[in-house]
């Protein structure tokens, strides 16, 4: 195999300190372990990512980037059988909380809970990623589609997130609940979180949808 070099080099380094960090925590996370794993020199580590600080950084812009593209925005979730805005709010909620309570997902959010207080540009950063990105996507598509303002939009997508996924989130990171074990698939939403329970909650709070 050859070696890997330039970009695929520092992905590679991300992917494997993903796991690192997963499985150790921060803390007792080193970057000769990180440097082991992905089979490269400290040298060429540090090259890449001067400390575990950055490496950390690093590995939060990555997973950001995932999460925000498997979640995608609400329009992704219109389908000629589901035409209804509230419908694709439903299933969008639902696809919000499936990758939230996978447990990579709840792993990684309590690592950037434990590591808020000595970093918080790196929390405040995984905060915008996973929560407040996907309430601006639920608020722009509320006003567009039911004809309410900005702000009300926004102010919808608040009750929405806060009702739908922050109670269920909360269980799993306390670990009253099981995780999700396997990755999420869309596919198989319906049998991972209760579509029923979010439809209960979102059909009342969007204009102009039937209430059953």
């Known amino acids: 195999m050859p070696a890997r070099r330039g970009e695929k080099l520092r992905e590679h380094i991300l992917w494997t300190a993903k796991e690192v960090f997963l499985e150790a925590g921060f803390e007792r996370t080193s970057m000769d372990v990180v ?67 996978w447990s990579s997902s709840l792993r990684t959010l309590r690592m950037g809970i434990a590591e808020a207080e000595r970093a918080p540009e790196i929390a405040s950063g995984y905060y915008e990623a996973v929560f407040e990105a996907p309430m601006a996507r639920i608020g722009a598509y509320v006003a567009r589609t039911c004809s309410l303002t900005q702000a009300e939009g926004r102010e919808v997508a608040e009750i929405l997130v806060g009702r739908t996924v922050y109670p269920q989130l909360m269980q799993g990171l306390l670990g009253v609940r099981q995780p999700i074990v396997e990755r999420p698939d869309e596919a198989t939403l319906a049998a991972d979180v209760d579509l029923d329970r979010i439809a209960a909650i979102v059909r009342p709070l969007v204009p102009g949808t039937p209430a059953s």
């Not at 089979?39 to 950084?57: C, G, N, Q, V």
């Not at 999460?67 to 439903?90: F, I, K």
């Open 35 to 101: 440097a082991q794993r992905a089979e490269t020199s400290k040298r060429s580590l540090y090259a890449h990512f001067p400390s575990k600080d950055a490496l950390f950084s690093g590995v939060v812009a990555l997973v950001r980037e995932l999460y925000l593209d498997r979640l995608g925005s609400p329009e992704d979730y219109v389908t000629a059988e589901r035409a209804d805005p509230a419908d694709a709010l439903v299933r969008y909620c639902g696809r919000l909380l499936q990758l939230l309570l």
